[in-house]
T-cell receptor, first 111, second 113 residues
């Protein structure tokens, strides 16, 4: 079966811009989580959506937001980009338990 | 926030050697997971552990959920070049509701043929 897909795979933006990343979970999975991965901080939890509702939220500023659609696809948005937002953004889906399957990630570079 | 202490940070080993890495925490976890990440890819789940003392194998990989619920280890036997990657532990705290995973910072494994 198809895995978790993320688009785009690579993105270059400049400071102050905004960006929207997309995640399509495994068919049947209703939970989608987003993580930020950087060399210094490792994998940091951003938020989780389950059945279109935000179920958990990590310690990130309000510039980071997300949503989930009725087909379980999810988007995350980062507004007013900062240099420190450069990272690999990973999406993971699950049936609602913690055995998450990760997508390949979107690598964002902010210049 | 919560942190998992994962060690070692990196390892260089000869092909055929066994490998051991571990994660510890000051808090109790009710789930431990081990993931492997290769360059350009997302982490892939290797082993999931749900009970204190549980010992689970997946091929050459063996992981255990520590009896105190504050630690877990992963062993890889007879390493091969394709074992190269970053191994992450992740745990779930036992609060009510479906709390998110907390990740260790990873162990970078290099295998010398």
């Amino acid at each position: 079966k198809a895995g978790v897909t993320q688009t785009p795979r690579y993105l270059i933006k400049t400071r102050g811009q905004q960006v929207t990343l997309s995640c399509s979970p495994i068919s049947g999975h209703r939970s989608v989580s987003w993580y930020q991965q950087t060399p210094g901080q490792g994998l940091q939890f951003l938020f989780e959506y389950f059945s279109e509702t935000q179920r958990n939220k990590g310690n990130f500023p309000g510039r980071f937001s997300g949503r989930q659609f009725s087909n379980s696809r999810s988007e995350m948005n980062v507004s007013t980009l900062e240099l420190g937002d450069s990272a690999l953004y990973l999406c993971a889906s699950s049936l609602g338990d913690r055995e998450e399957t990760f997508g390949p990630g979107t690598r964002l570079l902010v210049l | 926030g919560q942190q998992l202490n994962q060690s070692p940070q990196s390892m260089f080993i000869q092909e055929g050697e066994d490998v051991s890495m571990n994660c510890t925490s000051s808090s109790i976890f009710n789930t431990w997971l081990w993931y492997k990440q290769e360059p350009g890819e997302g982490p892939v789940l290797l082993i999931a552990l749900y009970k204190a003392g549980e010992l689970t194998s997946n091929g050459r990989l063996t992981a255990q959920f520590g009896i105190t619920r504050k630690d877990s280890f992963l062993n890889i036997s007879a390493s091969i070049p394709s074992d190269v990657g970053i191994y992450f532990c992740a745990g779930q705290l036992p609060y009510s509701g479906n709390t998110p995973l907390v990740f260790g910072k990873g162990t970078r494994l290099s295998v010398i043929a």
